[in-house]
Structure formats: structure tokens, C-alpha cells
């Protein structure tokens, strides 16, 4: 990981100096796990392709304004929230919130890729807030602080969304997965 | 024994725990039956969202450099060198999608300033289009001429040979006609010297 970290230094250096290859391989380090981050988020594959294109190309086009290259990969994370959120606002109302109870078909002994659906199903029942904060703590691996700077907002706030989302995903998600093992 | 309330399991489970925090929301756990309970819950909630896997995107991202919007020399000595880097950033053209590809354009929304993905890659297929259509159209006229030319050699081969016949058809005919000619001639004379030598001739004749 320390390893990694300091070549996307050396990477981003060499791409503030304008070499477009030196980006292209920052870019193929990271586009897997954006476009997942995104995917997750607004739920579907075109519009989280088109907003990761988005997000590399601000990102390049402002990576001069990247004070300290070791918080790269949350300064990434945060154009692409901002460029998420962007698109989210524009087809949502705001504030609204998407809890629905789980339903009865959720039960019982599960296969993989049942599981796989459940866990699926169950993500789309949170906020569009408790979602991302599972997305970035939960499979992108975020510490606190990091998230508090993805998300612009204090870090209790961001436990609080994570720590509801856990707790709704737990009532739904642990009798399956207990079913399943 | 801390209180229940003030053990915070899910930071625990999700690594926000360390050092000696760590050791104690373990040892509480040991020690409690309820957080084991909860523990175990979280646990396999952990384990189930791990059944979620992370997909490849479609079609990859990769950026290319704009000739046309890069400064020429003499701007690069006006510039200092990472304002320059960033010019070029500026005008670095988006998104050309390596493989896969070829599915629905994509429409990145950028500013005035960039390249915008789309139209770079739809100007790079017009251009592959015109090229295409110019070697196409380059290709036909070829055939086309090599057509005309081998239609006008077998004509020319067919004219050639009929003139020939001809003049050979106009040159038997000729001689054919000689020589009935001088056939005539002769019978005519030959009809003539009969009638000189009178009836008795007629019998040389029979």
C-alpha cells in the first residue's frame, strides 16, 4: 500500500507536468473502483460511466489544485460525490428518503448470487447518505476522517449515516447470510 | 467492564479501533454476552455485503493529447513550465474508450474550456468515415477504370478482327469475281467462234 501510494505521487507529478500517460495509468489504478463507487450510487452503469469520465477529467484539469498527492484518492472520491450528488439532485427532490422495510422473499436459505441480489436489494432500500457511507466505509475502506473530507461533513455525522445504514442492513441482511452459511 | 453503550462495535468490526481502544472492545466482547450476540450479527452482515462483487467497467477511460490545442514553442518560453503542463491539460481531449467500446457515445459534461469527450471521438469517426468512404470511392473508381479499359480492348480486339475478316471476305470476293469475269469471257467467245463456224460448228460443239 505505502508502495502504491508513492507511485500515484510520482504518477501525479509527472501528470501535473502535462504527461497525459502518466494519467492514463493513475487513471486505470482507479477507474475500477470509482466507477463501482458510483455504480453502487446511483444505480446505473451508463450514467456511472459517464460521471467517471467526468471525474478523471476534472480531476486532471484540477490536480494542480491537489495540495498534498497522498490524499489523491479522497480527493478523487470527493469530485466524485460532488459529481454523483450533482446528478442525484437533479432527479430526486431533495430530502427524500428511500427506506422501505425488506420483504418477506428475503428469508430463508440463500445461494451466492442470492445473496449477492439480497445485498443488492437491501442497499437500494437506504438513503442515498446511509448508502454512500457504507459504500465508502464498507467497501472502499475509508477511515473516518477521510470520509469527513469525501463528504464535507463532521465526522459525527457521518457515523450516524453509517451506523443507521449498518443497522437497517444488519436486521435484513444477517438472517439471510446465516441461512446461507 | 465498560458499559454496552459506550462500545462501539461497528468501528470496532470496520477498523476504526486501534492500539489499546482495540484490546478493550475485544476483551468487552469475551465478556459480554449481548455484544457477542450483536457482534456476531454485524459479522455476517460484513460477511454478506462482501457477497457483493465489484464489477469491471464497460469500457475504459483513457485520456489523449491534443496536438491541435497544445502551445506552440515560442508560447511554452511565455509561460512558466507548470502553468504551460496545465494548458495542456486544459485542452487535453477526454475519454476515448479503448476497448469494448462501441456502445452509446458518451456525454461528458465539461467545461468550456475542454475538449469535450464526445466530440473528440465523434470527430475522430467522421474522420475515420471520410477516409473510408474517400478509399471506397478511390477503390471503385479503380475497378471502374480497369472495366473500361478491357471493354475497350475487346472492342477494339473485336473491330480489328471483323475489319480483318472483312477485307479477307472483300478480297475472295474479288478474285471469285475475276474469275467469273474471265469465265464469261471466255464462254462469250466461245459462243462467239460457234456461231463463226455456222451449223456444222455446232456439232464440234456438242
Known amino acids: 500500500m505505502i508502495f502504491r501510494e508513492v507511485e500515484d505521487r510520482d504518477l501525479i507529478a509527472k501528470a501535473r507536468r502535462g504527461d497525459v500517460e502518466a494519467y492514463n495509468l493513475l487513471v486505470s489504478r482507479w477507474e475500477k473502483r470509482i466507477f463501482n463507487y458510483l455504480l453502487r450510487l446511483v444505480r446505473n452503469r451508463e450514467d ?21 498527492p497522498d490524499r489523491f484518492s479522497s480527493w478523487l472520491f470527493r469530485i466524485a460525490h460532488n459529481e454523483a450528488f450533482s446528478m442525484l439532485r437533479k432527479l430526486k427532490p431533495e430530502g427524500e428518503i428511500t427506506v422501505e422495510p425488506a420483504t418477506s422473499e428475503e428469508s430463508g436459505r440463500m445461494y451466492p448470487i442470492e445473496l449477492s441480489l439480497a445485498v443488492d436489494g437491501a442497499l437500494k432500500r437506504l438513503s442515498d447518505d446511509q448508502r454512500e457511507a457504507v ?16 463528504l464535507d461533513c463532521p465526522v459525527s455525522t457521518i457515523k450516524s449515516r453509517l451506523y443507521t445504514a449498518l443497522d437497517l442492513l444488519r436486521d435484513t441482511l444477517a438472517p439471510i447470510a446465516r441461512g446461507a452459511q | 467492564m465498560r458499559n454496552c453503550e459506550e462500545i462501539d462495535l ?31 450479527r454485524l459479522q455476517l452482515t460484513q460477511m454478506a455485503l462482501g457477497a457483493l462483487r465489484e464489477e469491471e467497467p464497460p469500457r ?48 461528458p459534461q465539461t467545461p468550456p474550456s475542454a475538449v469535450n469527450a464526445a466530440r473528440i471521438e465523434q470527430r475522430l469517426q467522421e474522420g475515420f468515415d471520410g477516409k473510408l468512404r474517400a478509399a471506397i470511392a478511390q477503390a471503385v473508381a479503380e ?9 475497350d480492348d475487346l472492342l477494339l480486339a473485336a473491330e480489328k478482327h471483323f475489319s480483318e475478316q472483312r477485307r479477307m471476305d472483300l478480297a475472295a470476293f474479288e478474285i471469285n469475281y475475276e474469275n467469273l469475269y474471265k469465265r464469261t469471257a471466255l464462254d462469250r467467245k466461245i459462243a462467239y467462234s460457234s456461231q463463226q463456224m455456222g451449223p456444222a460448228g455446232d456439232g464440234v460443239t456438242q
Not at chain 2, 18 to 39: F, I, K, L, N, Y
Not at chain 2, 143 to 151: A, F, G, H, L
Request: proline content about 4%; overall charge neutral.
Open chain 1, 48 to 68: 456511472a460511466l459517464d460521471i467517471s469520465q467526468d471525474v478523471f477529467l476534472k480531476a486532471y484539469q484540477n490536480l494542480k489544485k491537489l495540495d498534498d
Open chain 1, 135 to 150: 459504500l465508502l466505509k464498507v467497501y472502499q475502506g475509508f477511515k473516518f476522517d477521510e470520509m469527513a473530507q469525501i
Open chain 2, 10 to 40: 461497528k468501528g470496532f468490526l470496520f477498523g476504526e479501533a486501534e492500539g489499546a481502544e482495540r484490546e478493550r472492545v475485544s476483551a468487552h466482547v469475551r465478556a459480554c454476552p449481548d455484544c457477542r450476540e450483536e457482534m456476531e
Open chain 2, 60 to 107: 475504459r477511460i483513457a485520456f489523449v493529447s491534443d496536438k491541435i490545442f497544445e502551445p506552440r514553442w515560442w508560447q511554452r518560453w511565455l509561460v512558466p513550465g507548470p502553468v504551460a503542463g496545465f494548458a495542456s491539460a486544459a485542452v487535453v481531449a477526454a475519454a476515448i474508450l479503448a476497448h469494448g467500446a462501441m456502445m452509446r457515445p458518451a456525454t
Open chain 2, 143 to 151: 475497378v471502374r477504370s480497369q472495366d473500361k479499359k478491357e471493354r
